[in-house]
């Protein structure tokens, strides 16, 4: 590791990266702890809209990691701050669950079910999705609202597999409507990298980006400048990454294997 590109902060994935559902990844505990004695920034990223920021730091409290609130980004909290900055005054429809629609009333966002008074449809992880939300938010695009999306991850890894995620709710917009997202703010967007360097008052040629996921966490790394270090504890196996176009700095079985880079 050179002076010029040394690393002073770390960006972590949370699930497949730290953790998968409930159960901590060995060793990731002691990293942190490690990371934190030494002087190094660290921040958490989840493009998972399903549970405000404050229940995220709470989970990795319970798991080891002590962690405040201020120090975990997800997509709600990115595109709530994408709404309040850009549009303060629109009214939004969710395809997602009550943490986002939450996270976007504390930022002061009106929601609606109606399709006349829409401004915006928002595309998000919905485990309760049904026709219903899909008609609503048809009738709002046909009307003219805009199209957002917390993430576009295709699936969520749990313990025994993984399960549809957000790209699922998009698709199905998009299908019936003939409308794109024009806009998706979770991971690889720069709003969320943004967001996490402004966290840690860093540049990012001076932060690592570890995840699960290339085309999510290793491509916003890459995208920002990032060094990037993918891990085979979630999502992405080995075999993968030969039919990517993706290729990160880095490649390791978990976190537990970042302390060798550290020390290099």
Do not use: W
């Not at 989840?46 to 229940?55: G, I, M, Q």
């Not at 405040?68 to 994408?82: F, G, T």
């Not at 199905?172 to 709003?191: M, N, R, T, Y």
């Amino acid at each position: 590791m050179t002076k010029q590109n040394k690393l002073e902060g770390f960006i972590f994935d949370l699930d497949g990266t730290i953790y998968l559902g409930a159960e901590v990844i060995p060793g990731a505990p002691e990293v942190i702890v490690t990371l934190r004695d030494q002087g190094f920034g660290v921040v958490f990223l989840s493009n998972k809209p399903l549970e405000r920021r404050e229940e995220y730091a709470k989970k990795l409290t319970r798991l080891g990691i002590p962690t405040s609130p201020k120090d975990v980004i997800n997509s709600s909290l990115v595109m709530a701050h994408y709404l309040s900055e850009e549009m303060p005054t629109a009214t939004a429809y969710v395809l997602g669950e009550p943490p986002l629609i939450e996270e976007l009333s504390t930022a002061g966002i009106r929601t609606s079910n109606n399709p006349e008074e829409i401004d915006v449809v928002i595309a998000s992880f919905d485990r309760t999705f049904d026709y219903d939300k899909l008609n609503i938010g048809f009738q709002a695009l046909k009307r003219g609202a805009r199209f957002l999306a917390t993430n576009a991850d295709r699936t969520c890894p749990v313990e025994n597999g993984e399960i549809p995620d957000a790209a699922a709710i998009i698709g199905a917009l998009e299908a019936c409507s003939g409308h794109q997202v024009e806009l998706v703010v979770g991971k690889p967007s720069a709003l969320t990298a943004d967001m996490a360097l402004e966290q840690l008052g860093l540049t990012a040629k001076n932060c690592l980006m570890m995840g699960d996921r290339l085309e999510t966490d290793i491509l916003m790394g890459q995208h920002a400048g990032m060094t990037t270090a993918l891990v085979l504890s979630g999502v992405t196996k080995q075999d993968d990454l030969t039919h990517s176009i993706i290729q990160p700095d880095h490649i390791m079985n978990s976190i537990a294997d970042i302390l060798n880079l550290i020390k290099s």
